[in-house]
């Protein structure tokens, strides 16, 4: 397993940008796939977006393609979640998850790996 520890989370007003990342520990790094989920209180935890241990591939959920954008630097064990045109829907707790399936792409069950949230809140 890998250790994640997310950081970039904050308040920012509708239409800003924020970009959080998360360092992992571990020397397998580069062998997991990484992805960034968020949960607001009351609801399930969601999909936001996901990245290939090699970064060549990414997927999205629907309501952020285009305006979210995942990455990895393996060099430096850390993936982030570059986030534009924020809106207050986009406002939760966001956490960053690894996986060491070697499938594409893998499920939301898959993840084993969590850090413990870094707060995102979008104002209106």
């Known amino acids: 397993q890998v250790q994640l520890v997310e950081s970039g989370g904050g308040l920012v007003q509708t239409g800003g940008s924020l970009r959080l990342s998360c360092a992992a520990s571990?020397?397998?790094?580069?062998?997991?796939?990484m992805g960034w989920f968020r949960q607001v209180p009351g609801k399930e935890r969601e999909f936001v977006a996901a990245?290939?241990?090699?970064?060549?591939?990414?997927l999205y959920r629907d309501s952020v393609k285009g305006r979210f954008t995942i990455s990895r630097d393996n060099s430096e064990n850390t993936v982030y979640l570059q986030m534009n045109s924020l809106k207050p829907e986009d406002t939760a707790v966001y956490y960053c998850?690894?996986?060491?399936?070697?499938?594409?792409?893998?499920?939301?069950?898959?993840?084993?790996?969590w850090g413990q949230g870094t707060q995102v809140t979008v104002s209106s």
């Open positions: 998850a690894a996986t060491p399936v070697n499938w594409w792409p893998p499920q939301p069950s898959n993840f084993g790996s």
């Open positions: 571990g020397r397998t790094f580069s062998s997991y796939a």
């Open positions: 990245i290939k241990w090699s970064g060549g591939n990414t």
